[in-house]
């Protein structure tokens, strides 16, 4: 059996009503944000066409003309960057914590100074006890920025969600996302009176355009049909057997443009565009599926975690809440993970081999030494599937091809 990473969570039945939106009045947005904030348990939430919307007006209402500095850590994706650098804001990056998976707390410290506007933290793999001894030490001292762009739903076992713990959090519902409207994103921001500035001075302005809209859904369609299990297994796979082996990564910048990074200082039109009403329906239905889900995922990392050469685990999650787990990443010892992730696409496992790129090698001053785990992540990390195209029978034979090659 043939099988992918990719699954969009878009049944025909949302398809249907998303297309017939078109036709029909569009529901009022704020019946998806109320069920957000009735999902979150928060009420201080915007809602925007992207997650890296989000950010970027969260940027445009921090950074100030001395206070325009951002600590971050490189291991991200380009949008992450453009965002601050198109609101006025400088990358001051920071090598990982190996451990906990976040910013090196050594590091923070030294590069902390009067122009330092916030931290920002990717929530990737880090335990419960690690985001509550990072905000025993900052919380309240300095800006707290979460991009939980693949960690919708994870929460603390007290209740409090990913993207609510700081003082800011941003979330993405794109394609591929635990929770999808096609294109979208959230805010959250925890101090009321920001929260009503922020309300109050919203700086998207334009109505999602009509014919992007329809560009994304049929490109939607077509990423359902082309991976539908019944074609990947007859068709799409050996189409990209074929571009992997040749080397070709024009598919590749398609499904994964992030491996790609374009960076820039020009702002695109569309981070002005407002969230679409047309794709308010399936935000609705899906934010339902959001639990179901993420039990679902979690399984699956268990029987990863039961077969897996344990010294390739980054760290053992004894509380599985903590993460949504949009994918289970390993970290490997010897091989990199394009290669392993050849071996698994010449045995049927479409996985995808880059957790995150190490974007720092994208400036000018780029230098491997200043930023060696970030390195080490991007060449090393293996993201091995969770969604429901795959059981425990696909995991245990995916287990046995990488313990072969790590053994």
Request: net charge positive.
């Amino acid at each position: 059996m043939k099988k992918t990473r990719i699954l969009i969570n878009i049944s025909v039945k949302n398809h249907i009503n998303t297309f017939l939106s078109f036709f029909n009045k569009a529901k009022d947005q704020d019946l998806f944000l109320n069920k957000l904030k009735s999902f979150l348990k928060k009420n201080n939430l915007l809602i925007h066409s992207q997650g890296r919307v989000s950010l970027y007006n969260l940027m445009l209402n921090i950074i100030k003309t001395k206070k325009n500095e951002v600590l971050l850590s490189p291991y991200t994706l380009y949008e992450v960057v453009n965002a601050i650098r198109y609101a006025g804001g400088k990358c001051v990056f920071v090598d990982l914590d190996e451990r906990t998976g976040l910013p090196n707390e050594d590091l923070i410290d030294k590069k902390i100074s009067d122009n330092t506007a916030a931290i920002l933290i990717t929530h990737l793999f880090s335990k419960e006890k690690d985001l509550l001894r990072f905000e025993k030490k900052y919380s309240g001292k300095i800006k707290i920025i979460e991009d939980t762009a693949i960690n919708f739903g994870a929460k603390l076992s007290d209740g409090r969600n990913l993207g609510t713990i700081f003082d800011y959090g941003f979330y993405s519902f794109g394609l591929m996302k635990v929770l999808t409207t096609y294109h979208g994103g959230a805010l959250y921001i925890r101090d009321n009176y920001e929260y009503k500035n922020f309300y109050n001075n919203n700086n998207q302005t334009i109505p999602y355009p009509k014919k992007k809209i329809i560009s994304l859904y049929f490109f939607s369609i077509l990423i359902n049909f082309f991976y539908n299990k019944y074609i990947f297994k007859y068709f799409t796979y050996y189409f990209i057997w074929y571009f992997t082996k040749n080397k070709i990564k024009f598919f590749e910048k398609i499904i994964f443009p992030g491996l790609n990074p374009k960076i820039s200082n020009i702002v695109p039109e569309y981070f002005k565009y407002e969230f679409c009403k047309n794709f308010n329906l399936i935000g609705l239905e899906n934010i339902d599926d959001v639990t179901t889900q993420l039990n679902s995922r979690r399984e699956i990392v268990g029987f990863y975690e039961k077969y897996i050469n344990k010294k390739l685990l980054i760290t053992n999650f004894d509380f599985y809440d903590v993460n949504a787990f949009l994918e289970f990443p390993i970290l490997l010892k010897k091989n990199t993970s394009k290669f392993i992730s050849e071996k698994l696409l010449n045995e049927g496992y479409d996985v995808r081999h880059t957790f995150y790129p190490n974007i720092s090698k994208y400036f000018d001053n780029f230098d491997n030494e200043k930023y060696p785990i970030c390195e080490r992540f991007e060449n090393y990390i293996l993201s091995l599937p969770t969604n429901s195209n795959f059981d425990q029978k696909d995991c245990k034979k995916i287990c046995e091809i990488i313990n072969q090659f790590e053994n």
